[in-house]
């Protein structure tokens, strides 16, 4: 059967042909008599959703969702399969299915706890301390929301940590507080409402911890302030620490650094309580004789 002249690219009608640059939309775009064009046009059009349409099917089979069919009992087992083995990416991924497939069910509420301590295992400490709010905010009466609470913690005690605090000695007290200070409240809420849980014990060290960490970064701030001449704010900073982390092993630094700071201002009533407060219970501290040899110019 002949092709019709335009298509063929002789008819004199045509004012486009196969060697256009705007491409098979113009090669339709001639002046064909009886409706032609527009005949044609539609039977392109065809033909194009007919290609996409099979490549979307095409390319929906190929990622097929092999578990569509799973009862929630097989699905649990293979997301704690895969967490138990270390793999946290497919772990998340199979909880997110179960929950989202059988939310209200005892699998439902299991799998959203396990899916914030996949989060956690797999560094997304943000994610992790989502779906443990959301845990307790669906299901405040579960048997195992104080393990809610604790996964918070955890995940902001680890949140302020960066690649190279977690494989190299970098002191804590240069990091920002404020990871460390939502964990120490995430822990302490947790143990004023589950002064029993089993994680208690776990929470105190790492508030104990936390309060070091946190009374370790006001020195630094304090002796950041000594060394700019900022000498008013280098004792607020130490003062802090006196009145906030008593007992923390920053204290006898905090002490000199009021004694110092007090000492050049002339506010020497001030430097001697604290140099006072410092011989008495840190009898040994080398901070006494740099107190004591400073000269104020």
């Given at each position: 059967?002949?092709?019709?002249?335009?298509?063929?690219?002789?008819?004199?009608?045509?004012?486009?042909?196969?060697?256009t640059k705007?491409?098979?939309v113009n090669i339709f775009a001639c002046n064909l008599p009886d409706g032609t064009s527009i005949m044609l046009n539609r039977v392109a059009v065809t033909i194009l959703a007919c290609l996409l349409i099979t490549s979307c099917s095409y390319f929906k089979g190929s990622k097929e969702d092999v578990t569509e069919d799973w009862s929630p009992e097989r699905l649990y087992a293979e997301a704690k399969g895969a967490l138990d083995s270390g793999n946290y990416p497919k772990a998340i991924e199979y909880y997110?299915?179960?929950?989202?497939?059988?939310?209200?069910?005892?699998?439902g509420q299991q799998s959203l706890l396990d899916l914030s301590y996949a989060y956690f295992k797999n560094e997304e400490t943000d994610?992790?301390?989502?779906?443990?709010?959301?845990?307790?905010?669906?299901?405040?009466?579960?048997?195992?929301?104080?393990?809610?609470?604790?996964?918070?913690?955890?995940?902001?005690f680890e949140r302020g940590k960066g690649f190279t605090e977690r494989y190299l000695p970098?002191?804590?007290?240069?990091?920002?507080?404020?990871?460390?200070?939502?964990?120490?409240?995430?822990?302490?809420?947790?143990?004023?409402l589950f002064p029993d849980s089993e994680y208690a014990d776990d929470a105190k060290q790492r508030m104990v911890h936390l309060r070091n960490q946190l009374a370790d970064h006001e020195v630094y701030v304090a002796n950041y302030y000594m060394r700019r001449g900022a000498y008013v704010a280098?004792?607020?900073?130490?003062?802090?620490?006196?009145?906030?982390?008593?007992?923390?092993?920053?204290?006898?630094d905090a002490l000199v650094i009021m004694a110092k700071a007090y000492k050049i201002l002339?506010?020497?009533?001030?430097?001697?309580?604290?140099?006072?407060?410092?011989?008495?219970?840190?009898?040994?501290h080398p901070g006494i004789f740099e107190v004591k040899e400073l000269e104020v110019k």
């Open positions: 059967m002949a092709l019709h002249p335009c298509i063929a690219g002789t008819s004199a009608f045509c004012r486009g042909s196969l060697k705007r491409g098979l997110q299915k179960l929950e989202g497939r059988f939310p209200f069910g005892v699998y994610s992790a301390v989502a779906t443990a709010e959301r845990f307790i905010k669906l299901y405040p009466q579960n048997a195992h929301v104080d393990y809610a609470y604790y996964l918070k913690g955890l995940a902001n970098i002191d804590a007290a240069q990091r920002d507080p404020a990871s460390a200070l939502q964990a120490f409240q995430d822990f302490s809420e947790m143990l004023r280098a004792a607020n900073r130490a003062s802090y620490v006196i009145e906030k982390y008593p007992k923390t092993p920053a204290v006898p002339e506010m020497n009533d001030l430097s001697d309580d604290a140099l006072r407060v410092l011989e008495i219970n840190y009898p040994n």
